[in-house]
């Protein structure tokens, strides 16, 4: 009889989240796969994600099941994703040890949490760096080891209190996971093929499966952003009607009132933008700059404090009152000269080789300088996005912008 290997239930959110106490989006799939998943793997555990197994936005009994059971619970906290916090608080009342918290280095930990002995690790927001990456897979595989052997109490509750934790039978747990396995390997394979196509530039495929993602996982706004972000791009069937198409899609999330989501907002800019762009209503450039503005207030970030900038830009080329005008071309210009600022700190203060992002810093930086007039500097940041391996949808979205800056 085989005997079956043990399971490890990771509670964690899914794709990329904003961590609000410090305005940084970090993308946590990359933490799951080049820290939490190999570790776990290499510890001899076979590992389930909890957001892959949801049918729904409430925990049901499958959740419930392997909060109980499973050997070993791994949560991260990262961005206080309001559903790991409560999936942990639940792991910690049913099972005394064998939980493992996991966060990100930077921002503030939760007083309840605080006492809790938390595995840091460093996040580059889109990427884990290759080092930080092998030292985190070899200490938390070590970690497992540790307190496998060990089985001392890491549940605050029964550290401190003489209680019996609840038990399930194990042929219901039985039950339960072989009903979850396939479709466990189901959505892992079409978020994978839904990023394949994107890789290859194949917008209208990648469309179809980030619908089947969201079919699969209604409640999940990476899956919806997602969507949205490849039906406008592939045009289809025309560019105005998958605009309109997307605008629907991401107004599931209601950036209108209810979001702060700097991912969110940033596809909600691009669809307004690229419709002014087509139709030149003026109401979407101004569609354009709440939403760009709006994110880029939120976290600082380049990417959409660029697409506000840029916007400002093509508002002031039809602007008819003289004020308004010169109000928007200072905004934009300052606005620049502050990302500038930004991303040169950033390149001085940090390892720039070790971030995924920086072929977008470079070109950011080139756009900045092409539009206040520095095409000195323009030219030396041009060269090194070009130095970077990129696909020809990079190149073009990059050209775009450019030829709208150095010809307006």
Request: with cysteine; glycine share 4%; aromatic share 10%.
């Amino acid at each position: 009889m085989e005997i079956r290997k043990k399971k490890c239930f990771v509670i964690m959110g899914f794709g990329k989240k904003t961590d609000y106490s410090t305005g940084r989006t970090l993308d946590l799939d990359k933490t799951y796969k080049n820290i939490i998943k190999p570790a776990v793997v290499n510890a001899g555990y076979d590992c389930i994600r909890a957001d892959e197994i949801q049918d729904s936005g409430l925990i049901d009994k499958n959740m419930y099941a392997l909060l109980m059971h499973s050997e070993l619970v791994i949560a991260d906290i990262s961005t206080y994703n309001p559903n790991a916090i409560y999936e942990l608080g639940v792991r910690h009342a049913v099972r005394p040890f064998s939980t493992i918290v996991l966060k990100e280095k930077d921002g503030r930990i939760p007083f309840d949490l605080d006492h809790n002995r938390i595995f840091m690790y460093s996040h580059l927001g889109e990427d884990i760096g290759s080092d930080e990456a092998k030292r985190c897979q070899a200490e938390l595989t070590a970690l497992i080891h540790n307190i496998s052997k060990k089985c001392e109490p890491d549940s605050p509750l029964y550290e401190y209190m003489q209680i019996v934790p609840p038990s399930l039978p194990e042929e219901v747990y039985d039950a339960i996971i072989s009903e979850l396995a396939e479709k466990e390997k189901h959505i892992f394979a079409v978020v994978d093929k839904a990023k394949e196509y994107m890789h290859n530039n194949d917008f209208i495929n990648a469309t179809k499966y980030w619908e089947s993602a969201c079919k699969l996982n209604p409640n999940e706004s990476y899956f919806v952003q997602q969507l949205a972000l490849c039906t406008y791009k592939s045009s289809y069937p025309s560019r105005h009607t998958a605009l309109t198409d997307a605008l629907k899609i991401i107004e599931e999330l209601n950036p209108e009132d209810n979001t702060n989501d700097p991912e969110t907002l940033g596809i909600t800019g691009a669809i307004y933008k690229n419709l002014y762009l087509l139709v030149k209503d003026i109401e979407y450039i101004n569609r354009a700059i709440k939403y760009y503005g709006k994110g880029f207030k939120v976290r600082n970030d380049y990417y959409t404090g660029e697409n506000y900038a840029l916007c400002l830009h093509m508002k002031s080329l039809v602007e008819t009152d003289p004020d308004e005008k010169i109000y928007l071309q200072i905004e934009a210009k300052k606005t620049r000269k502050s990302l500038i600022e930004t991303l040169n700190n950033i390149i001085d203060t940090e390892n720039i080789n070790e971030r995924q992002d920086k072929k977008w810093i470079y070109a950011t930086l080139a756009h900045c300088y092409y539009a206040i007039g520095d095409h000195d500097n323009g030219d030396t940041y041009e060269n090194l996005f070009l130095q970077e391996p990129i696909e020809e949808w990079e190149k073009n979205t990059y050209n775009e912008s450019k030829n709208f800056i150095t010809n307006n």
